[in-house]
């Protein structure tokens, strides 16, 4: 064997072999998966016959029962018409629509769905927690997941923050399994889960590279750059027969939904104080009124945005805190959506002890989160510790958001060891993800959730095992 080819073969062990690091305890995973599922069987038993679906929820199960009927992602207008549409992203209903086609289109099917892929988030964060943490800390990341109040309360809710989140820890634990020893293999898995979560929330495309990275670790650069190209690729590849799809019925090419120029303007106006506000009360743009195709009308929408933005850049700018702090800085999704839902049965007492509980939930993982990269191995470890610090106070202020971003410039201060330490990559490129796209659009606190089940694997990891090495 060649001097080369040594190398070619101790990089191939590199890529293929998970001795370099802790391994997840198969019976700790189950118990976190079984201790999550029972939570949230619970909830599903008392929450299908009293909660129906609203806002978005509402249209997601009529599209899902219309899928289940095999009438695909259509819309029935009250005229009779019937059209294709996607405005809203396609993965969710899809999810929905087939397993009420096997047990029927009731929402108790819709929220026992929710309460399994909620439910493989809890072992997710176990076997991501444990690529740094030692074995009591991976079972605490899993069983943060199982118990978060947010994420258990939100079980209900037709909704795909919680879901998105789910299926995005998933498929950064398939890019890690121990048990698949190939790097190409856990790779391409794990882009077939990252295209199935592009589906339900199309802006978490920009994690796929990430997701490559955490793959593929400590391995030659050369190689490093392939896992991220095959994480990439193939989860655009899943989404990529929607796309043509939407090219061909909805009259304009749309990657996943055709709804970003929508938010956008609505995310341009002040009057929604950083927050969702109708269109009946910013008013639709004059150019817009006769645009009828749903490819069309978003197209519309989406310029009169980046006109308006044009116009006053600062003033849209000026928004951004607004709008962070609608997404981080109040724990009341779920607290929303069940009173919403049934205003008899969550009156505004119970939304209140429902929202303390969520808002608890989420300080604690911010926390727990903070302190973990303050006390990681790596460089810069005094600057960790004080900015941690000061994040941690700040997330008991008015502007709970910039605990955080703290949370983002802490993981950054790891320089390249963050991508060995695979925890802090996930959590922080979420965080950062979620915060840059609601920056831009809207806020609300429903979409930090998607950054939970992340968060509960870097929490894990401030118990953290000596002799790790490498991701």
Not at 112 to 140: T, Y
Not at 242 to 258: D, G, P, Y
Not at 278 to 297: A, S
Request: hydrophobic residues 55%.
């Amino acid at each position: 064997m060649t001097l080369r080819e040594r190398f070619a073969w101790l990089e191939d062990r590199l890529a293929s072999s998970p001795e370099a690091t802790p391994l997840p305890r198969p019976k700790d995973a189950l118990l976190c998966f079984c201790a999550a599922l029972l939570v949230r069987a619970a909830v599903v038993a008392v929450a299908a016959s009293h909660f129906p679906p609203v806002d978005d929820g509402s249209f997601y199960h009529v599209v899902a029962k219309r899928i289940a009927q095999g009438l695909g992602y259509t819309w029935l207008w009250p005229d009779g018409a019937v059209t294709h549409a996607a405005h809203y992203p396609v993965g969710y209903p899809a999810l929905i629509g087939l397993f009420y086609a096997l047990f029927g289109p009731h929402v108790g099917v819709a929220m026992a769905v929710n309460a399994l892929l909620g439910a493989l988030a809890a072992p997710a964060a176990h076997v991501v927690a444990a690529r740094v943490a030692s074995r009591g800390g991976a079972l605490i990341a899993g069983l943060l997941v199982a118990f978060e109040p947010a994420l258990v309360a939100y079980t209900p809710a037709l909704m795909t923050e919680g879901v998105a989140g789910a299926l995005l820890l998933s498929a950064a634990a398939v890019a890690v399994l121990p048990a698949v020893r190939s790097l190409w293999v856990r790779a391409g898995l794990a882009g077939l889960v990252m295209g199935v979560t592009v589906l339900v929330r199309p802006q978490l495309v920009v994690l796929g590279p990430v997701l490559g990275l955490f793959a593929a670790g400590a391995v030659a650069p050369r190689r490093r750059l392939a896992a991220v190209a095959l994480v990439t690729l193939t989860s655009l590849a899943v989404c990529l027969p929607w796309t043509l799809r939407n090219c061909e019925k909805i009259e304009r090419c749309a990657f996943v939904s055709a709804n970003g120029g929508w938010n956008l303007f609505i995310g341009s106006s002040p009057l929604g104080r950083g927050g969702f506000t109708p269109l009946e009360r910013i008013g639709v743009p004059e150019e817009c009124r006769t645009v009828f195709g749903e490819g069309e009308k978003d197209r519309c929408f989406g310029n009169a945005a980046l006109r308006t933005i044009a116009r006053a850049p600062g003033a849209w700018l000026a928004l951004a805190p607004k709008k962070l702090g609608m997404t981080f800085d109040y724990g009341t999704a779920a607290a929303y959506y069940l009173g919403a839902s049934n205003g008899d049965l969550i009156g505004e007492g119970e939304k209140r002890m429902i929202g303390a509980a969520e808002l608890v939930g989420q300080r604690v993982l911010v926390l727990l989160g903070l302190f973990a990269l303050a006390r990681a191995p790596g460089p810069r470890r005094r600057a960790r510790l004080i900015l941690a610090a000061i994040s941690a106070l700040l997330l008991f202020q008015p502007a709970a958001f910039l605990a955080f971003v703290g949370l983002v410039a802490t993981a950054l201060l790891l320089g390249g060891d963050l991508f060995r330490h695979g925890p802090a990559l996930i959590a922080a490129s979420v965080v950062l993800a979620t915060a840059l796209t609601h920056a831009a659009f809207f806020g609300a606190s429903r979409y930090a959730l998607v950054c939970l089940p992340a968060l509960a694997a870097l929490s894990g990891s401030a118990w953290f095992a000596r002799k790790a090495s490498g991701d």
